[in-house]
């Protein structure tokens, strides 16, 4: 021992032997708990109806999910909905339920156990399961682990205002814990408005984390004890009304559903040790917990579903497919050993196992459209039902974004509506194939290639961008000799106006600018065949595409149409054609 002293006061990076030891076989403990059970998990998803589904609760539901579904076992939605409707407030969301439910499909995680399908161990609605919690808070009554409290409101709203000026946590005095149990049955036979509280043990229980290890502390700060305010944390288990609090009905639910695994987001790590004091006092074996880190924004806050950030509903209105958010959602807190962080659902489940990361995780909304991108361009190029999707979000998106007169040319002149819309989907199918590695939402769709649907689109000021500015500037170097492209064009016949023609068309318009240049002794540096092709593209670029990016010109010329085409191509060559001539006089 002495020797060990000496070795580390001279060297401070030695570990002694039992150190290293006790290190070593944390680590394993860690790598063990972090393999998947070789028995089927039984897990469950328990959300309240107080709020919309969002990324975190999403995140939750996927990671039990994906933990019963790679071992081969169950995944459970159980609804806890005890927050009783009060006259004057109630934390429970009108629909919030009904909208769970559509939520959970719509991403794709389908329930083996739950409402509106059942199963052995129902119901699954905690509102409906209130005789088994009374009956257990009974047991524990009888027991000895808990005790009834009679304290008023008023009472523990003066204790917590108390104890919050001292710095302390709003715990209880136990009061009530002494009472002798015939005062306390008498009063509660009398009517007297009573709660149930849990005794907690002077140091709550140890237990292992499957992400965190080896978890517990001591509950009794020496602050409170100091101030001479000794407090418990006895939680209520039984309310005044005679419901459940979220602790008993989470214990008593997990145990007569046999769940096997709880993965459930961090801040619940506080209660685990009431969790667990439960389980020793009904004499069950509790399952095993693994706490995943919070989602937080760029300023390291929360996410909240009562404030409604990122509700997947959101998403969905978006665009955003249910495979990417769900591949999204994995990734916060995951440690994925695949080389591609692109895993549709099949790849999830082989993939998955318990390796969470420590800690919380900033939520980047870059790397959904990175993945938005990935699938798009996976189902752009299967073609199937999911591409077929995509082409009805974007025409519903259309329909309902903008005004009618602004895109019915579109279609052509039929009058026809069923027609005519058939021929919006087919362009809009056109320009994605085109442009499968750019999509992301049927917003951003229309951002960037608007000017295939909306007639009126004006041409762009040369001082919205760089860009802009640098392909006015090469149009008006080979003004006017650029009007050729006018006149080639406009001399085509609907009949040729195909895209394999006007590819052909546009190298030997090059060539014929080329040599036109020659012929009329211009500069060298302009007389260049990769300048000319270059002036000829931006030309077509900035009065065809009105400068936004998009397939080749003669891809985009074809879809547009010769009409439309030729009307942009006179818009901005009226325009050039003016600002030389002021050039000319100044």
């Known amino acids: 021992?002495?020797?060990?002293?000496?070795?580390?006061?001279?060297?401070?990076?030695?570990?002694?032997?039992?150190?290293?030891?006790?290190?070593?076989?944390?680590?394993?403990?860690?790598?063990?708990?972090?393999?998947?059970?070789?028995?089927?998990?039984?897990?469950?998803?328990?959300?309240?109806?107080?709020?919309?589904?969002?990324?975190?609760?999403?995140?939750?539901?996927?990671?039990?999910?994906?933990?019963?579904?790679?071992?081969?076992?169950?995944?459970?939605l159980r609804v806890e909905d005890t927050d009783k409707p009060k006259p004057t407030k109630s934390r429970t969301v009108p629909g919030a339920e009904e909208r769970l439910y559509d939520d959970l499909k719509w991403a794709g995680l389908q329930w083996?156990?739950?409402?509106?399908?059942?199963?052995?161990?129902?119901?699954?609605?905690?509102?409906?399961?209130?005789?088994?919690?009374?009956?257990?808070?009974?047991?524990?009554?009888?027991?000895?682990?808990?005790?009834?409290?009679?304290?008023?409101?008023?009472?523990?709203?003066?204790?917590?205002?108390?104890?919050?000026?001292?710095?302390?946590?709003?715990?209880?005095?136990?009061?009530?814990?002494?009472?002798?149990?015939?005062?306390?049955?008498?009063?509660?036979?009398?009517?007297?408005?009573?709660?149930?509280?849990?005794?907690?043990?002077?140091?709550?229980?140890?237990?292992?984390?499957?992400?965190?290890?080896?978890?517990?502390?001591?509950?009794?700060?020496?602050?409170?004890?100091?101030?001479?305010?000794?407090?418990?944390?006895?939680?209520?288990?039984?309310?005044?009304?005679?419901?459940?609090?979220?602790?008993?009905?989470?214990?008593?639910?997990?145990?007569?559903?046999?769940?096997?695994?709880?993965?459930?987001?961090?801040?619940?790590?506080?209660?685990?040790?009431?969790?667990?004091?439960?389980?020793?006092?009904?004499?069950?074996?509790?399952?095993?917990?693994?706490?995943?880190?919070?989602?937080?924004?760029?300023?390291?806050?929360?996410?909240?579903?009562?404030?409604?950030?990122?509700?997947?509903?959101?998403?969905?209105?978006?665009?955003?497919?249910?495979?990417?958010?769900?591949?999204?959602?994995?990734?916060?807190?995951?440690?994925?050993?695949?080389?591609?962080?692109?895993?549709?659902?099949?790849?999830?489940?082989?993939?998955?196992?318990?390796?969470f990361t420590k800690g919380n995780t900033i939520v980047q909304p870059h790397k959904l459209i990175y993945l938005q991108k990935k699938y798009a361009r996976k189902y752009i190029g299967e073609g199937g039902k999911e591409f077929e999707a995509i082409v009805d979000k974007i025409l519903e998106y259309l329909v309902e974004e903008f005004e009618a007169s602004s895109w019915d040319h579109v279609g052509g002149s039929s009058p026809r509506p069923v027609k005519r819309r058939e021929q919006i989907r087919k362009s809009i199918a056109s320009v994605l194939q085109q442009?499968?590695?750019?999509?992301?939402?049927?917003?951003?769709?229309?951002?960037?290639?608007?000017y295939f649907f909306f007639h009126d689109v004006p041409l762009p000021h040369k001082d919205n961008s760089k860009h802009i500015s640098e392909m006015y500037t090469t149009c008006a170097s080979l003004w006017p000799h650029l009007l050729l492209v006018n006149t080639e064009l406009g001399q085509l016949t609907p009949r040729v106006w195909t895209e394999d023609f006007l590819s052909t068309k546009l190298m030997k318009l090059v060539d014929k600018l080329t040599a036109h240049l020659e012929e009329v002794g211009e500069a060298p540096e302009k007389v260049d065949r990769q300048v000319i092709h270059h002036a000829v593209h931006s030309y077509l670029r900035l009065g065809v595409a009105r400068g936004g990016s998009g397939p080749a010109m003669h891809t985009t010329m074809f879809l547009l149409g010769q009409d439309v085409s030729m009307q942009r191509l006179n818009d901005l060559s009226g325009l050039l054609s003016n600002e030389h001539q002021k050039d000319m006089v100044s």
């Not at 442009?435 to 608007?450: C, V």
């Open 1 to 76: 021992m002495l020797f060990r002293r000496f070795i580390a006061t001279r060297n401070p990076k030695y570990i002694c032997q039992t150190c290293r030891k006790l290190s070593s076989a944390r680590a394993e403990q860690r790598r063990l708990s972090q393999q998947l059970p070789s028995t089927p998990a039984r897990t469950r998803f328990a959300p309240s109806p107080t709020g919309y589904l969002h990324l975190g609760s999403l995140r939750t539901a996927l990671y039990n999910y994906l933990l019963a579904k790679a071992t081969g076992g169950q995944f459970l």
């Open 435 to 450: 442009r499968a590695d750019n999509y992301s939402t049927p917003e951003a769709f229309f951002d960037n290639y608007g």
């Open 112 to 355: 083996d156990e739950g409402p509106n399908i059942g199963g052995p161990y129902g119901p699954y609605k905690q509102s409906q399961r209130t005789p088994l919690y009374q009956e257990h808070a009974e047991k524990l009554l009888q027991s000895g682990h808990t005790y009834r409290c009679f304290c008023s409101s008023e009472k523990l709203r003066d204790l917590a205002q108390r104890r919050a000026i001292l710095g302390l946590p709003s715990d209880y005095d136990r009061t009530c814990e002494g009472l002798p149990s015939p005062e306390s049955d008498k009063r509660a036979s009398a009517g007297e408005a009573f709660v149930v509280r849990l005794r907690m043990p002077p140091d709550p229980p140890e237990y292992v984390d499957l992400v965190y290890g080896t978890v517990g502390k001591p509950m009794q700060s020496k602050k409170a004890h100091n101030l001479g305010e000794i407090s418990y944390e006895d939680p209520i288990l039984l309310k005044s009304d005679g419901l459940p609090t979220y602790h008993l009905a989470n214990v008593v639910d997990d145990h007569h559903m046999h769940i096997t695994h709880v993965v459930r987001a961090a801040e619940w790590m506080s209660s685990t040790p009431k969790h667990l004091t439960l389980y020793k006092a009904f004499g069950w074996r509790p399952p095993l917990f693994a706490h995943v880190g919070l989602l937080q924004d760029d300023n390291r806050q929360k996410f909240s579903k009562r404030k409604g950030d990122l509700d997947i509903r959101k998403f969905a209105d978006q665009g955003i497919f249910p495979e990417a958010l769900l591949n999204y959602v994995a990734l916060f807190g995951w440690s994925n050993t695949n080389r591609s962080d692109v895993l549709p659902m099949p790849d999830l489940i082989s993939a998955f196992n318990l390796k």
